[in-house]
């Protein structure tokens, strides 16, 4: 069974540049949620996808967007970067049942982001 | 809205020294609690869960007790190994799969 996988591992922009993040899923999941984690602190919940729809969001502004594919893989996108989007961005996978039954969130290792 | 508060660290031990990690939350109804571990370079991995009042997780050593009352669940090990040393993340949620919100995590240190 193959874990959540994410890429890039690192990666290094500039302020104002745009960027996509890349996220897998486990094997037989459907449901993909994004998180920040800042140096030093907790992540910190961006989004979560279910179907392809956006199920949730946390408070970030619209310039954070996602979009999840049909076999539940998913993307991040950042546009107009800013210095303080320097961080550990984290994918997490799960399986959301018939009956609306959450499961375990399994984490990808995450990808480092840098904006200069 | 809902938050998690657990001790600051850094949180440096001895081997086989007894472990204490705080956390209490603040939440509407009743959550699901959680403890993530995350190593060096590595990305977060559920420890151990709790998803009502009383009950106690427990995985590799590590155990945790949901106390309603005092809205705390906190992290508890007998005896440390250098391996334990890791950032631990309280969290809690409405349902296992849904937005976790986290503490600001504890450093912890174990010297052999």
């Known amino acids: 069974e193959t874990g959540v996988t994410q890429s890039p591992t690192h990666l290094i922009k500039t302020r104002g540049q745009q960027v996509t993040l890349r996220c897998s899923s486990q094997?037989?999941?459907?449901?993909v949620s994004w998180y920040q984690q800042a140096l030093g602190q907790g992540p910190q919940f961006i989004f979560q996808y279910y179907r392809e729809e956006e199920n949730g969001r946390g408070n970030f502004p619209p310039r954070f967007s996602g979009l999840q594919f049909p076999n539940y893989s998913s993307e991040l996108n950042v546009n107009a970067l800013e210095l303080d989007d320097s961080a550990l961005y984290l994918c997490?996978?799960?399986?959301?049942?018939?009956?609306?039954?959450?499961?375990?969130?399994?984490f990808g290792p995450g990808t480092r982001l840098t904006v200069l | 809205g809902n938050s998690v508060t657990q001790m600051e660290g850094p949180v440096t031990l001895s081997e086989e020294a007894f472990l204490t990690i705080n956390c209490t939350y603040t939440?509407?109804?009743?959550?699901?609690l959680f403890w993530y571990v995350q190593y060096p370079g590595e990305g977060l991995q559920l420890l151990l869960k709790a998803t009502k009042a009383d009950d106690k997780g427990s995985n590799k050593g590590f155990e945790a007790t949901y106390r309603k009352e005092t809205t705390s669940f906190h992290l508890e090990k007998g005896s440390v190994q250098v391996s334990d040393s890791a950032v631990y993340f309280c969290a809690l949620a409405k349902a296992a799969g849904n937005k976790l919100t986290f503490g600001g995590g504890t450093r912890v240190l174990v010297k052999p």
């Open positions: 997490a996978s799960s399986l959301v049942g018939l009956a609306g039954v959450y499961n375990e969130q399994f």
């Open positions: 939440a509407t109804g009743y959550p699901s």
């Open positions: 094997s037989g999941h459907n449901t």
